[in-house]
DNA sequence: GGGCATTGGTTACAATTGTAACTAAATCAG
DNA sequence: CTGATTTAGTTACAATTGTAACCAATGCCC
């Protein structure tokens, strides 16, 4: 018998990691969310301005693993919402600075602690130790999976 | 000062598992199934016919954590593919019975083969103890996700 | 055995997301 | 300076995905 590799997709590391990803961000979305009216990137792009205000677009876009255009859409929707200001650079008009308004910071002072307390429940059935683990573990996947890239294709 | 709580998008594990995932999902789906024009979505179906031929589509569902929609269109698309065939069933004539054809089986066999590789090589820099770990984790991780749900959801 | 709620599966439609083309401003080469 | 290239950001359109309404076959209760 020619050695039939097999696979069990419990099993497969790739689609345990969707599976849990997805039943995350489901339940952050839907939980918390949707009663303030924010999706999951305007959420992103709400924290990385709380951490930095003044970045451009962007900067933003760097910071989050989204791309251009779903950085600018986070920011249309806050914009109109009025929990955004943006303002032109004077140095180069094409670039904007972004910052939270009151009603912004209000927003999100809200939504940070139940994005804790959620995460906080998540991880409630591990110890401080696995926990660290975790970290550690997280970070040396990304790095690695962003070395095989898309570059593999082919 | 009110004790405003903090958070960093690089330390809060739902982003960091979203952007993880994803980044390993888009490098398959580019690398390797967009090569046999096979979606991810129907990958998971044929994983699972694989190893269970004859199963109808909701047994598909209820082991893929995809609904029965992305199922169906999956399988609509392996049919039409000619790599599944679908029979009804004679006992109650609402299911059908879905396996691989020949042609499905030598493409799901080309692509294992890839797939086990990527898992492989994303996971080298773990040791044996920590890919012990980290299906610990991931068990222990998906079980409370579950366990706190959309039923958190008011 | 005649409704009535259930289940398997598909279809139609809305919302999200990705891809590509585009405008405007700035830089750079000559 | 003038025109070619690059960068910031938006807009238009295609593809994917989610939601809900929908048949058809069954099971259930009376």
Not at 5 to 29: C, E, G
Not at 48 to 74: F, H, I, Q
Not at 91 to 114: I, K, M, N, Q
Request: zero cysteines; aromatic letters at 6%; proline letters at 5%.
């Amino acid at each position: 018998m020619p050695a039939r590799p097999k696979l069990h997709l419990d099993k497969f590391v790739p689609y345990r990691l969707s599976v849990l990803s997805n039943t995350v961000s489901s339940a952050i979305a839907a939980a918390y969310f949707l009663h303030f009216g924010l999706s999951i990137p305007e959420w992103r792009v709400m924290a990385v301005l709380a951490a930095n205000p003044g970045l451009s677009a962007a900067e933003v876009t760097a910071r989050t693993a989204m791309d251009k255009v779903a950085v600018s859409r986070a920011v249309a929707t806050l914009l109109a919402a009025g929990r955004l200001r943006r303002t032109t650079a004077i140095s180069d008009r094409r670039r904007t600075h972004l910052e939270l308004t009151a009603a912004g910071g209000r927003v999100y002072a809200r939504v940070v602690p139940l994005a804790l307390e959620y995460e906080h429940a998540l991880m409630t059935p591990l110890s401080k130790r696995d926990r660290a683990t975790l970290d550690r573990l997280l970070r040396i996947l990304l790095g690695r999976a962003v070395e095989l890239g898309p570059a593999h294709a082919e």
